[in-house]
């Protein structure tokens, strides 16, 4: 990365030269405790509990602490909310942020949230599909649930303990939603810094209502709200409960719960669609007609960005970011002029704008948030007291131009207490610093005029402001000040011994992977075309404005050519080198809303830290000069953040909650940051492109409405909504598998081959597991054959009854089958003449089989030509037992009986070797299997068997001679198997 601009860098690295010699070498400048630096380290745990729909877990939850040790699971368990998982880090401190990663969650698989350990444990609760954390969830009790339409509603009065709010009874004291004052019952419920107004019988309300509102964009004012009165007490839907308060009701097993939230930050953001996280996303749709309707009417070009719960929901650019340009005629620049709408560029999601004084926060705080978090700022530290800033004196302030006693800047008299301003005083805008001392501008600056073209000597700029008296005495007044940040710019320039620009680049955008954000982007090698212009003839206010002359009459050096790629501000671009701490930083909104999370996830981002939890709620404080009115205050460590009990910073009424905070630019830039909602807006704009028709400041482009920028955000926070419904009708019910079992298997263990659960789908599109409990009619286990099985269930939680109602039940069937056909035979090696007893099982109850004896030694031989010892009848228990004799003739060898069931067509077989000797008369018994399975036999047993053996073909004699069988014997049976089932069909009409 280029750290300086190219054109420059000799100069700036002799001014970064005089710049290090101004200061030490970096050091540690207070002893400011780093949180958890001095804990010991010891084993720190986090448990999960986790819930799913349906209850079908698997274990699909993953942990890694803040910079990448793994957690080492430790138990896995069940309890009523879901599974819980419990993971051990050894290594970490007591108060150390530890990461989940919820692999098996429905929508956001990749999603790893880090919460924050207390004294060595962590313990949180989540839901699949919701990128949310929360404590443990609290029971409703279900005497104040009420359920309508599917719906679950809660009476407002029985919410105190539970949500800790508090509530009046009364009429609207001012003209609510169009209704004259004392016309209405109105419903206040307070919560935290929030208000809720509710017109109870028109279920109408307000939020957090202020003058600012209603004076303005009334429209955007008063929503509707899921509610109903009813015997003096207010009913508040589930959704509408999340909807406001920012809590999760939650369904469970047929009870209510509500879940209140716990920090949680987000490693990434990532995009979602809208309705995952709360949001209506037809209402929020309806921002893009809202912004359209302007740009169609000639407004500036917007972009937006929103995110919630670390995820991107909208990012959208609308209009031109180039609509009017100069031009130079024989090297005079001329006029800018509306060009021709085919020259026009239009705004796109990576188009970067000037964003004005958000540079102050996204800039100068985050280094100052950094810089503190480190130990290396002090910010009860004296100006006067860095190295460079001696001159910051009284005695040193120099009266000039518009800055005189009684002059035309307004400095009534002559204050003084420079040496006091304290850091903590110039983030407050307390210090009593002049707003504006116009440096550029020689006419209006007299002696502190100063212009220059080396962001990297900063000495000249430094001896201005030091030499500029005040405008108010120190800790007196509010007044909002840009040199109040260009002081600051410099200080963090000063203690990191880098250039603001550099310094961010290399400690948080680079960092982040921010690639378009930053100082001077033309000398990046930005192309103009992706930059949003601002004014159309430079500083000149379309030529109303001029910087005076030197004393020679030459005119002191203003831009007056279209701005674009250039930083507007004129302290910025002319006295700072277009790098300070005020203003000049540009960026797109897709950094924006990096950017803007970070505040949100306690400085985390991307696994990296970059400033801590504490030094964001120290910049965060609301401060007044009495604190007696510190609700009333909009002003924190530089932040703006919304007042508590007055009319606010008005960017932040319609809609935001009484937790926000962020910053305005000049330019048209606005971001929004709601804790509450763990919601972020930005929304760029280039308002000042357009001509002045108003001098000097009076811009075309700010007459739009949308130029106020908060009707924006309001769009966004009109389109939030809660969940519909708690109770969603059944959809759909789940097919379920057949099964089988063998035959013996008793009906215990029928129904416990059935599957255990269905699944059923909701109008949410939801799908539920339902446990079944089945019945199987008329089971027979030793019987084989297909029985009818039902499985009844009841409806998940949140489930309701379709309309019309059906039955909640599943059919199956459920099939005894045999098993596998077996013979054994009484003996493997008999006489010519001999009888064999053959055994067997698997064959259909009662079907007839045939018994054959095959020749072993010649596989291909014809089984229709095999010999036929005899038939049988298999018993109802498809066993089978029968003795067949060996025909005498039979010539020695190896053989193969072949058993074929005439019905099943199931065969089975086994090899016999005829040995060479004299015929056996009289048969041998059929084997039986003693306790060691080997089937045994008893040759002199009593004779059986069908004595109406035919003769073997041709006479009775096999073609083939006696001799050992071959080795390929065993695997006949498999050879054989294709062909028996010719051989079934065959003899079945021979036998019958």
């Known amino acids: 990365m280029t750290t300086f601009r190219p054109a420059r860098a000799a100069a700036a690295a002799a001014g970064a030269a005089l710049l290090l010699a101004m200061v030490p070498a970096p050091a540690v400048l207070a002893d400011v405790a780093v949180p958890g630096a001095d804990a010991q380290a010891g084993a720190s745990t986090l ?14 939850i993953e942990a890694a602490a803040l910079g990448g040790a793994e957690g080492t699971l430790t138990d896995v368990d069940a309890d009523g909310f879901g599974t819980t998982m419990t993971f051990s880090f050894p290594e970490e401190e007591p108060d150390a ?168 930050a987000h490693d990434e953001i990532t995009p979602a669609d809208p309705g995952d996280v709360g949001f209506d996303p037809a209402r929020l749709a309806e921002l893009d007609d809202y912004i359209n309707a302007q740009v169609a009417d000639g407004s500036s070009a ?54 004005a004084s958000n540079t102050k926060m996204y800039a100068t705080n985050y280094a100052l948030q950094r810089l503190v978090s480190e130990g290396r700022l002090d910010l009860d530290r004296t100006l006067v007291s860095f190295p460079g800033w001696e001159g910051f004196t009284d005695a040193n302030s120099v009266y000039t131009g518009k800055w005189t006693v009684g002059g035309e800047g307004g400095i009534p008299e002559r204050y003084t207490g420079k040496e006091t301003i304290t850091v903590r005083d110039i983030l407050h805008h307390h210090a009593g610093l002049i707003p504006d001392p116009e440096y550029p501008n020689l006419g209006s600056a007299g002696e502190l005029w100063y212009q220059t073209s080396d962001h990297t000597d900063r000495s000249g700029i430094i001896e201005r402001i030091s030499q500029t008296p005040l405008r108010y005495a120190p800790r007196t007044t509010f007044a909002y000040s840009d040199v109040d940040y260009m002081i600051l710019g410099l200080l963090i320039e000063q203690i990191s011994g880098k250039p603001l620009d550099v310094y961010l680049e290399e400690e948080i955008y680079g960092p982040l992977g921010l690639d378009d954000t930053l100082f001077t982007p033309l000398e990046h090698g930005v192309a103009p075309s992706r930059i949003a212009a601002t004014e159309l003839n430079g500083n000149t206010r379309d030529g109303n404005v001029s910087f005076g002359a030197h004393a020679d009459g030459t005119p002191v050096y203003i831009r007056d050519y279209t701005l674009q ?17 005020h203003a000049g930083l540009f ?41 007696a009115n510190v609700d009333a205050s909009t002003v924190a460590l530089g932040w703006r953040v919304h007042s508590k009990s007055a009319a606010a910073y008005y960017y932040f009424n319609w809609g935001p909650s009484r937790s926000t905070f962020g910053h305005q630019g000049w330019t048209g830039t606005l971001t929004v940051i709601d804790p509450l909602h763990d919601l972020t807006i930005t929304i760029l704009t280039n308002m000042r492109h357009s001509p002045v028709i108003n001098p000097p400041n009076g811009f075309e482009g700010a007459n739009f409405p949308i130029a106020d920028l908060a009707p924006i955000s309001a769009h966004v926070y009109r389109a939030l909504e809660g969940e519909s419904q708690q109770y969603n009708p059944l959809v759909e019910i789940g097919d379920v598998e057949d099964v089988s079992v063998e035959r013996g298997t008793p009906l215990e263990a029928a129904l416990a081959a059935l599957p255990a ?21 008329d089971y027979d286990g030793a019987t084989p054959g297909a029985y009818a099985a039902r499985g009844t269930f009841a409806l998940p939680a949140g489930v ?65 030509d095999a010999v036929l010892l005899g038939t049988a009848d298999v018993a109802a228990t498809s066993e089978l037992a029968q003795t067949v004799t060996i025909d005498a003739a039979t010539v020695p060898g190896a053989y193969v009986v072949v058993v074929t069931g005439l019905d099943s067509e199931r065969t089975a077989t086994s090899a016999l070797t005829v040995r060479p000797g004299t015929p056996t008369q009289g048969p041998t018994e059929p084997p039986t299997e003693d306790p060691t399975g080997e089937p045994t036999g008893d040759p002199g047993g009593a004779p059986g068997g069908d004595q109406g053996r035919p003769p073997a073909p041709g006479g009775g004699d096999l073609p083939r001679t006696g001799g050992a069988p071959p080795v390929w014997l065993p695997a006949l049976g498999l050879l054989l198997a294709g062909a028996l089932t010719l051989l079934g069909a065959r003899r079945r009409g021979e036998a019958r």
């Open 47 to 60: 448990t999960v509990h986790y819930y799913k729909p349906g209850s079908q877990y698997e274990s699909g």
């Open 97 to 264: 942020y530890l990461g989940f990663t919820v692999t098996e969650d429905s929508t956001f698989p990749d999603d790893t949230r880090y919460v924050r350990a207390v004294d060595g444990a962590a313990e949180v609760w989540v839901v699949d599909g919701d990128p949310r954390a929360y404590d443990e969830p609290t029971r409703i009790d279900p005497e104040v649930v009420v359920k309508r339409d599917a719906k679950a509603y809660v009476a407002v009065e029985d919410l105190t303990e539970l949500l800790d709010l508090t509530y009046t009874y009364g009429s609207n004291g001012y003209l609510f939603d169009g209704a004259a004052p004392g016309t209405l019952d109105v419903l206040t419920i307070h919560r935290g810094r929030d208000y809720f107004e509710i017109a109870v019988d028109r279920d109408r309300i307000g939020s957090n209502v202020t003058g600012n509102m209603l004076n303005e964009y009334t429209d955007l004012v008063f929503d509707d709200v899921d509610g109903f009165r009813q015997g003096g007490r207010y009913y508040l839907s589930f959704g509408a409960i999340e909807r406001l308060f920012q809590v999760r009701p939650l369904v469970l097993d047929g009870a209510e719960y509500l879940l209140e939230k716990q920090f949680v």
């Open 302 to 355: 917007v972009a937006v960005v929103v995110t919630k719960d670390g995820k991107v929901v909208k990012e959208d650019a609308y209009g031109y970011a180039l609509r009017y340009s100069t031009s130079e005629v024989d090297g005079v620049t001329q006029p800018a002029e509306l060009l021709p709408q085919s020259q026009w560029q239009p705004a796109e999601v990576d188009t970067l704008f000037d964003l």
């Open 565 to 581: 790629g250039e930083v507007h501000d004129e302290k910025a671009f002319y006295s700072m080198d277009g790098v300070s701490g």
């Open 587 to 627: 960026s797109t909104t897709s950094d924006m809303a990096v950017l803007t999370q970070l505040m949100l996830g306690g400085g985390i981002y991307g696994g990296e830290q970059y400033f801590t939890q504490e030094v964001i709620d120290e910049f965060l404080t609301p401060y007044s000069l009495d604190p």
């Open 757 to 777: 659960a269905t699944t059923v789908v909701d109008t949410a599109g939801a799908t539920h597991a339902a446990p079944l409990t089945w019945e199987i009619a």
């Open 800 to 864: 309701t009854q379709a309309e019309p109602p059906v039955e909640l039940a599943v059919d199956a069937t459920v099939t005894v089958t045999l098993p596998e056909p077996s013979i054994a035979l009484s003996a493997d090696e008999v006489d010519p003449g001999a009888d064999v007893g053959v055994s067997g099982e698997g064959f259909a109850p009662g079907e007839r089989v045939e018994i054959r004896l095959v020749d072993g030694s010649d596989p291909t031989e014809e089984l229709g």
